[in-house]
């Protein structure tokens, strides 16, 4: 907080959020704390936010704080005030939700290229314009990295990313996609995204970042095919996937129409079920039997057809 700035207390209806954000406001964990620990303490860190034609406000930090309130039925907030052009908004917004404990990959790769757009526009404002002349003579990449503490090497890679059509972009925040292979998968073209994405929902597997690699110099050189990806991502199953499909024809005839396909899934599974015990008794069962013949009574020397012989009479 600035030593000239002040606090005051606003609507919450004139607090508008800010056009464009990458960071997505939920109904997860992390938000059912924020709203236990306003209910009990009250919001302990003003909003930022900038005046805006209309009375209202626009929110630079505290989206989530301002919903959480809302929820608990706040009609007025705790914010700082703080006259800002449309760049240095962005890049303060930017900044600042950065430094939330925990963001979805997709959030951070676009707000890293929302601020690289805006620092990156030539003729308009240096580099200097945000962060003064300490990083003066910087790449973009580099300086960007240094302020999240990440190499410049990551910082490209979240800018890859957002590049992703958005079925890449789910599996990427949900773990089923590996940060490093989506930066190199981001540099295929759409189809091609979108064909790998069927592949990976047929296979149910991601591919590492030596086989990114290898799509991407597949893609180079020629058309990437389903064949090409199928074959690639087949590798990361010990078997191969086989799949047996019957046409609903085939199958509802041996059923009554009234029951569904769950319950007609169950019986076809039970069905096998007891086929496998069926033959585990039968194993169990010829087991036994030679068990029981060669446990019989061994003979005695010389003893032949059934009959003793005449010395052990």
Do not use: W
Request: hydrophobic fraction near 35%; aromatic fraction near 8%.
């Amino acid at each position: 907080m600035q030593q000239d700035e002040m606090i005051i207390e606003i609507a919450i209806e004139r607090l508008k959020s800010f056009p464009g954000s990458p960071f997505k406001v939920a109904d997860d964990e992390p938000m059912s704390r924020l709203t236990d620990s306003i209910r009990t303490f009250g919001i302990l860190t003003p909003l930022i936010v900038r005046p805006i034609p209309e009375g209202c406000y626009q929110i630079i930090s505290g989206h989530r704080r301002k919903y959480a309130a809302g929820k608990l039925g706040y009609r007025k907030l705790p914010v700082i005030i703080r006259v800002m052009k449309d760049d240095q908004a962005l890049v303060a917004m930017v900044d600042s939700n950065l430094q939330r404990e925990k963001i979805r990959v997709s959030e951070k790769a676009f707000a890293y290229r929302m601020k690289y757009d805006v620092i990156k526009r030539e003729g308009k404002h240096p580099k200097d314009y945000f962060y003064g002349e300490k990083y003066r003579g910087m790449k973009t990449i580099e300086f960007m990295g240094k302020e999240q503490k990440d190499s410049p090497k990551q910082v490209q890679r979240m800018l890859n990313v957002t590049r992703l059509i958005p079925e890449l972009l789910k599996k990427l925040d949900e773990g089923r996609l590996g940060f490093t292979p989506a930066a190199e998968l981001a540099l295929l073209c759409k189809a091609e995204q979108y064909l790998l994405n069927d592949a990976m929902e047929y296979t149910q597997t991601a591919p590492t970042l030596s086989q990114a690699i290898r799509i991407r110099h597949i893609s180079a050189r020629e058309d990437l095919t389903m064949e090409h990806l199928e074959k690639i991502l087949n590798e990361n199953n010990k078997k191969v996937l086989k799949r047996v499909v019957f046409a609903d024809s085939t199958i509802y005839r041996y059923f009554p129409p009234e029951e569904s396909p769950q319950e007609i899934k169950e019986k076809i599974l039970q069905m096998l079920k007891d086929r496998d015990s069926q033959k585990t008794s039968r194993a169990e069962g010829q087991k036994a039997g030679r068990a029981e013949g060669s446990g019989s009574v061994r003979k005695k020397p010389g003893q032949a057809n059934g009959k003793e012989d005449a010395a052990y009479v």
